[in-house]
């Protein structure tokens, strides 16, 4: 825990520093490719949601790429629509490898943020000291300490990520870690960049790496996970229980392969857990549906209809045993109101799994409450048997079935 973490307790809980990395990490997914103008209009939602920290770019990849996050810097840094409650704008942060040509450029780009933060990474694990860096582990050292004594001469804040950690000899990271400690590093960010770890071997790794770096008790733990075994986010929740007190995630989960760590996915968690979790974020959590709504639509990445939380199915039921216990308690099925996370268009699915109560229910809806038993018995085998050779059963069908009763109610609605 930080040296002025003090400020950061709230009800005996520390504050969880949200770091989002959709458009850095989050952009890297195949297909997606923002413009400057996207990004900076998702860069505002960000803000207005309570994200603490957004990694904007990374600033030496391209020329689009440094203005975008030169124009975020300037345009999204000094915001506080939305964010009076935390009394500070959105960090702005851009990542660099550790060589001097991008963490100089990467300054540059954030320079004209009220706050901003940079990210230098260096992979440690044995693996790609040899097969891609081709150095030995004194000179991994090296150079993790002069990248961020350099991006410290810039910048007061200064992340550090040992890549691919997940696969990394412990002991060299809390050597590592250590070194980057002393250099000035204020956020030591453990990736498993490949989305290799189990929960309780990734809780272990952050647990001792806390207890067994020298000056842990200076910096930020961070978690960043992928999600290549279905795992980011058990990972990063793991990492949280055992001394992470920031998470980098992006919005519905996007990022290079599997993606990375799903932020609603954690936020709700906590939200619905809060006494498992010695934690408290600032997200504004009815914002998380209509950010997804955003990101889904500019990334062009689909969210899959049973993502949990923003997916379209994840407040729907169909079962007919759900779809009767809902109507009387919508806590019988559903954990989380949907209304928390700004979900407001909820409805029952009908189909061949429903029962009598629910498609009562919806002859309600649709202006038929007056409908005798008879009537309702006939409109309702008439609709299981429509469920039985037709896919979809809309509020159109249901409508044609009630209206070829021979009794109809003078209130019935047309589509």
């Not at 809390?174 to 498993?192: M, S, Y």
């Amino acid at each position: 825990m930080p040296s002025n973490a003090a400020a950061n307790v709230h009800n005996g809980k520390e504050r969880l520093i949200v770091f989002d990395t959709s458009l850095r990490d989050g952009e890297q997914s195949p297909g997606v490719s923002l413009n400057t103008e996207e990004k900076i209009i998702i860069a505002k939602q960000l803000s207005r949601l309570g994200v603490d920290v957004i990694e904007a770019g990374f600033p030496i990849a391209s020329v689009g790429d440094f203005e975008a996050v030169q124009r975020i810097a300037r345009e999204v840094g000094p915001l506080m629509e939305g964010r009076e409650h935390i009394g500070e704008p959105m960090t702005i942060c851009g990542l660099a490898r550790s060589t001097p040509g991008d963490i100089k450029r990467c300054a540059e780009a954030i320079q004209d943020a009220p706050n901003r933060r940079i990210h230098v990474f260096l992979a440690t694990s044995d693996l790609h000291l040899e097969h891609k860096l081709k150095i030995d582990r004194a000179e991994c050292v090296r150079r993790a300490v002069a990248a961020v004594t350099l991006a410290r001469s810039y910048v007061p804040q200064v992340e550090f990520s040992p890549e691919d950690a997940g696969r990394s000899d412990p002991e060299f990271l809390c050597e590592v870690l250590g070194k980057v400690i002393e250099a000035g590093a204020t956020t030591l960010n453990i990736p498993d960049t490949v989305g290799y770890n189990l929960p309780e071997e990734y809780g272990a790794l952050i647990k001792h790496l806390v207890e067994n770096t020298p000056g842990a008790d200076k910096v930020t733990w961070s978690t960043h996970c992928h999600n290549d075994l279905g795992l980011a986010t058990a990972n990063t929740l793991s990492g949280v229980r055992n001394g992470a007190r920031q998470v980098e995630v992006t919005i519905n989960g996007i990022g290079e392969r599997a993606g990375n760590t799903a932020m609603e996915e954690v936020i709700m968690a906590i939200h619905t857990h809060p006494h498992a979790f010695p934690v408290y974020h600032n997200i504004n959590t009815k914002l998380i549906f209509p950010t997804s709504v955003m990101v889904s639509d500019m990334s062009g990445m689909i969210v899959q209809p049973n993502k949990a939380i923003v997916g379209r199915n994840a407040f729907l039921h169909e079962s007919g045993i759900h779809q009767d216990g809902v109507l009387k308690n919508r806590q019988t099925y559903e954990i989380i109101s949907a209304e928390t996370v700004g979900v407001t268009d909820i409805a029952l699915v009908l189909g061949k799994h429903s029962g009598r109560n629910a498609f009562r229910e919806r002859c309600k809806e649709l202006g038929f409450a007056a409908i005798n038993e008879e009537e309702f018995q006939k409109a309702f085998v008439s609709f299981k048997a429509m469920c039985d050779s037709k896919k979809n059963v809309n509020d159109e069908d249901i409508l044609d079935i009630l209206n070829k009763i021979e009794t109809v109610p003078s209130t019935h609605v047309e589509l």
